[in-house]
């Protein structure tokens, strides 16, 4: 695990399972715009989250590219999931500014519900064909620029399903906390 501090925020990035920090108050899941279990991420934390999620979850959708809700965890080790839907990559445009919106809107929403600690995965660079270098930028560089105005999440943690995202996530936040 790598560890940044700005701001006294601590930025972390690990390779592992989303739906297993069991250290973390909320999880981020890469969900789908009827946020209905499906494949990567968002399959994973309905999978480990049980039924009741899936029940929850059918009153909030569909959502749009760049929004964000929030639920309870139900069986995960977690308090609260909060379901950002990212851009398809070549369909839903300005891909970038989708994407930001889907970091500023779960940082918002932590915020709202005073959480103290955050786990993204990589949102869009699954089935939804981001570029994962393009999409590590916009998600590093969204987290950094919204950290003055965080009052209860002390802990964000990036966590990536593999070693070349971990690299990515690794090598970029090195660059934009001056810790390269």
């Known amino acids: ?3 940044y501090e700005l701001n006294g925020i601590t930025l972390e990035c690990l390779q592992g399972d989303i739906a297993a920090q069991r250290d973390l108050d909320a999880i981020v899941n890469a969900a789908n715009a009827a946020l209905l279990p499906g494949s990567g991420v968002a399959g994973a934390i309905h999978r480990a989250a049980g039924p009741a999620l899936e029940e929850e979850c059918r009153a909030l959708g569909p959502i ?4 964000a809700v929030i639920t309870g965890a139900h069986q995960l080790p977690n308090r609260h999931v909060i379901h950002c839907l990212g851009p398809v990559f070549g369909r ?3 891909e970038a500014a989708l994407l930001a919106s889907c970091y500023r809107n779960a940082l918002r929403l932590a915020e709202q519900n005073t959480i103290r600690s955050l786990g993204f995965p990589a949102i869009s660079t699954g089935v939804f064909g981001y570029p994962p270098e393009d999409a590590c930028r916009v998600a590093v560089a969204t987290v950094i620029e919204s950290l003055n105005g965080l ?3 002390k802990l964000i ?10 690299e990515l996530y690794r090598r970029e936040l090195g660059e934009l906390t001056g810790v390269a």
Request: proline share 13%; aromatic share 8%.
């Open 1 to 3: 695990m790598s560890q």
């Open 64 to 67: 749009k590219p760049g929004e």
């Open 92 to 94: 839903d445009k300005p």
């Open 151 to 153: 009052k209860s999440l």
């Open 157 to 166: 943690r990036f966590v990536l399903f593999d070693p070349g995202s971990l």
